[in-house]
């Protein structure tokens, strides 16, 4: 649906003078495009790594949210040594 192709299929389809729509049974009528098996294993793996890049990410931000929770619990963890209030 985001092919200039489906774009322009879609266009073609709407009716209605204030609200576009598109009709159910013209949307089954729409030309797909058939990628290659090469190309659905490249999109799939690409799609994987993106996958584990977001599971890596969202552990860093958990570890990151945790180191956050302890600090405002017990800033002294956090603090240099010494006296240097007094």
């Keep these: 649906m985001s092919s200039e192709l489906g ?3 879609v266009d073609a389809l ?3 003078s204030r609200i576009p729509r598109v009709n159910i049974g013209d ?4 030309k797909v495009p058939l990628f290659s098996e090469e190309e659905r ?3 799939a793996e690409a799609i994987r790594e993106h996958q584990e890049k977001v599971r890596e990410l ?3 931000q958990t570890q990151l949210q945790e180191e956050r929770k302890s600090l405002v619990e017990d800033p002294s963890e956090f ?3 010494g006296d240097d209030d007094e």
């Design 7 to 9: 774009k322009e299929q």
């Design 14 to 16: 709407k009716s209605g």
């Design 27 to 30: 949307l089954r009528e729409l």
């Design 41 to 43: 294993r490249e999109r």
């Design 58 to 60: 969202e552990a860093k």
């Design 79 to 81: 603090l240099t040594g």
